[in-house]
């Protein structure tokens, strides 16, 4: 047998495994690949996905120096895109990176870069479900800002991002509510609510964030930690909704120890953890002056007669 009859004896068992609506066997074997080539473009434009991706694979199996080794790569990421579900998102994400490891210079290496964001854009759940393909999402759209900052794709990639953000950042607010109102866990809530604070704080969400934080820091009795950031809410937010909850809030604290005045003259208090400060020098002693030293007194000699 010779090899084209093998390869095309190869080409029927893919063909038979796979399935397809309109899968044309002739062309699906041909030792062209321009026709294998125009047969895939033919069943996408059906939308028959199935059959297009066995023609572009016999373009990537059968014709590694054809021209249309690049697109047919991608298009095999785009038939699984089309063709939607998890799985296929899945399946999208592994052959536009297959791509862009083989071809990162590749003129349309942004487009596999977006699409595979994209990818993972489509499996992201609601805010009170897993997170994990929004955050795979948000770096694959953040790669594509910092590798291709030219690409046409920039501005679609910045709103996508946008909205990564808000839902991570609503997952962090629904369970940090949830322990704060459920479990009655300040210290847990105020982790999630102080994420937000860090690393979104352009949550559409964030008067409420820092009135929840004022709560649960008062709840845990740290009424100086909570104060400033009630004192934000009302400097950054001063039509927000919670702002008389946190004045009614705030009139629940004690009132602040104000630091006791210092006596004129005294010596400042060293800070708390500090060394103890030396003591003055002492002042210098002028040292006693010694007397001179009395000569013994001599009687003077008798006179001579």
Avoid at 34 to 57: C, L, N, P, T
Avoid at 87 to 104: C, D, H
Avoid at 127 to 152: G, H, I
Wanted: net charge neutral.
């Amino acid at each position: 047998m010779t090899r084209r009859a093998l390869a095309a004896a190869a080409a029927l068992a893919v063909a038979a495994a796979c399935g397809g609506k309109h899968l044309d066997l002739e062309s699906l074997s041909s030792s062209s690949d321009e026709i294998v080539w125009d047969a895939g473009q033919k069943a996408a434009e059906k939308k028959d996905w199935s059959s297009a991706r066995q023609y572009y694979k016999r373009i990537i199996d059968a014709f590694p120096q054809s021209q249309h080794q690049p697109d047919a790569r991608i298009a095999i990421g785009d038939t699984y895109y089309e063709e939607g579900g998890t799985g296929n998102y899945v399946l999208a994400v592994s052959a536009y990176r297959e791509f862009l490891t083989l071809y990162p210079q590749h003129p349309r290496a942004d487009y596999a870069q977006f699409r595979a964001a994209e990818s993972y854009f489509k499996q992201k759940n609601s805010y009170d479900r897993d997170q994990t393909a929004t955050k795979q999402a948000l770096d694959e759209y953040d790669r594509l800002l910092d590798v291709y900052p030219n690409s046409t794709y920039i501005e679609e990639a910045r709103e996508r991002i946008k909205t990564c953000r808000q839902m991570m950042a609503r997952a962090h607010h629904q369970v940090g509510f949830f322990y704060q109102k459920t479990r009655k866990s300040w210290r847990a809530a105020i982790a999630r609510y102080q994420t937000i604070l860090t690393d979104y704080p352009d949550y559409e969400k964030l008067d409420e964030v820092l009135f929840r934080m004022g709560q649960c820091m008062a709840f845990a009795g740290r009424y100086a930690e909570a104060r400033p950031h009630l004192a934000r809410l009302r400097s950054e937010f001063p039509k927000s909704e919670f702002l008389n909850e946190a004045d009614q809030l705030e009139k629940t604290f004690p009132p602040s120890t104000p630091a006791a005045p210092s006596t004129p003259g005294a010596p400042a208090a060293a800070p708390s953890g500090a060394p103890p400060a030396a003591p003055p020098p002492a002042a210098p002693t002028t040292p006693p002056t010694t007397p001179p030293a009395t000569q013994p007194t001599v009687p003077p000699p008798p006179v001579g007669r």
